[in-house]
């Protein structure tokens, strides 16, 4: 007999919008991604992407280069998504990101997961391809 739970069962917590957008690492806005861990900010603004790289609640995204690859993340903090109903904005600290609201940091060279604080479920994970340079992030 199985047994069903009620309770979201992966960690994907935050919900799914539309993202799909590359980046051209020749655009001085994304020089930081050149270096190994360097990060940008990506949100509706960003070269007239619009709600393509708004990310969820238009809270924007994080684009990370790890040793071997790029990290896109939902800059909504799941913690506070989860726990309180509320959408936080993570912001950058060299190679962790950090909720202003719970202070769960989470390691963006480990798939976003909580390294410490209250936080339980990664950040939300954007797919990421690197050809030449140019780095795409989708998610359908």
Known sequence: MLLGSCEKEKNDVIPDVYVNFTIDLNDPEFTSLTSLFGSAYVNSNTNNWGTRAAGYN???????????????????????????????????????????????????????????????YP?????????GNYVTVWNY
Do not use: M, W
Request: include cysteine; aromatic fraction near 12%.
């Open 123 to 131: 950040l939300k994970n954007y797919k990421t391809s690197y050809s």
């Open 58 to 120: 238009s809270n924007g995204i994080i684009v990370f280069t790890g040793a071997d690859e790029f990290y896109a993340y939902d800059r909504t903090c799941p913690h506070d998504y989860v726990e309180n109903d509320i959408s936080v904005k993570v912001n950058i600290d060299f190679i962790q990101a950090i909720c202003p609201s719970c202070s769960t940091h989470y390691s963006l060279s480990t798939g976003g997961n909580p390294i410490s604080g209250p936080g339980r």
